[in-house]
Structures are given as structure tokens and as C-alpha cells.
């Protein structure tokens, strides 16, 4: 389960990339640039916008960091896990509809974190 799970976070962590290249622009035409989040409901214009690329890049970095950390049996990468999922699902709340599978993914993330807990499995 634990291999499992450090798969699921290391390949949401990539996807993660997505978010920071079309904040920061960087692959013209290849996603939409926007400046809003909640739907179009918060303008936070180009310097916010890229702020939130950050934070995307940084949980990109986090999960494939907690990944590993998961594979080799690292102590605390479950608490580590469970912060960057969390973290995670609130870009993905601020970014919906756009980051709708990331909400689910990262449900899933959280709800196995929980349940090899209760397992006694992490």
C-alpha cells in the first residue's frame, strides 16, 4: 500500500507542474494564462498568479519529495504526506473547476493516509 500511495503522490506531484508553468507562462498557447481563482471570483493579477505558481511548484517538489521519502521508509513521511495533500486540495479548491481531478486525487491521497493508519500500515 505504502509503494502504492508514493506512486498516486509522486505522480500528482508532476502534475503539479502544470499549475506552475501556465501561472508563470511557459509554454505559450499550450495552457489558458488566467489571473483569477474561485471561478473567476478573486483577480489576483499577474504578480498573485505567479505567487500561486510557486505554491505549485513547491507542492510539485513536496509530494515527489514525500514519495521517496515514502518508498525508502523515511520516518514521518505519512504527517509530511497528509500536510502537502492538504495543501494541495486547497489549490485545487482555489483553482476549480480547472483542478477538479486534483480535488479527487487528492481526497484519495488523504482518505489512504487515514485508513493505512487505521490499518496499522504507516
Same mark, same amino acid.
Given at each position: 500500500?505504502?509503494?502504492?500511495?508514493?506512486?498516486?503522490?509522486?505522480?500528482?506531484?508532476?502534475?503539479?507542474?502544470?499549475?506552475?508553468? &501556465? *501561472?508563470?507562462?511557459? @509554454?505559450? #498557447?499550450?495552457? $489558458?494564462?488566467?489571473? /483569477?481563482?474561485?471561478?473567476?471570483? %478573486?483577480? +489576483?493579477?499577474?504578480?498573485?498568479?505567479?505567487?500561486?505558481?510557486?505554491?505549485?511548484?513547491?507542492?510539485?517538489?513536496?509530494?515527489?519529495?514525500?514519495?521517496? &521519502? *515514502?518508498?525508502?521508509? @523515511?520516518? #514521518?513521511?505519512? $504527517?509530511?504526506?497528509? /500536510?502537502?495533500?492538504?495543501?494541495? %486540495?486547497? +489549490?485545487?479548491?482555489?483553482?476549480?473547476?480547472?483542478?477538479?481531478?486534483?480535488?479527487?486525487?487528492?481526497?484519495?491521497?488523504?482518505?489512504?493516509?487515514?485508513? &493505512?493508519?487505521?490499518?496499522?500500515?504507516?
Amino acid at each position: 500500500m505504502r509503494i502504492m500511495l508514493a506512486v498516486l503522490m509522486a505522480v500528482h506531484g508532476i502534475a503539479h507542474l502544470v499549475g506552475f508553468a &501556465g *501561472a508563470w507562462q511557459l @509554454v505559450p #498557447g499550450g495552457f $489558458p494564462y488566467r489571473t /483569477t481563482l474561485l471561478g473567476g471570483q %478573486l483577480d +489576483l493579477g499577474n504578480a498573485g498568479i505567479r505567487v500561486v505558481g510557486l505554491l505549485w511548484l513547491i507542492t510539485s517538489v513536496a509530494f515527489v519529495a514525500v514519495a521517496m &521519502g *515514502a518508498v525508502a521508509g @523515511v520516518a #514521518g513521511w505519512a $504527517p509530511a504526506a497528509l /500536510t502537502i495533500a492538504m495543501v494541495s %486540495l486547497l +489549490l485545487s479548491v482555489l483553482e476549480f473547476p480547472e483542478a477538479h481531478l486534483g480535488v479527487v486525487i487528492n481526497i484519495a491521497i488523504i482518505m489512504a493516509l487515514g485508513a &493505512g493508519w487505521w490499518l496499522g500500515r504507516i
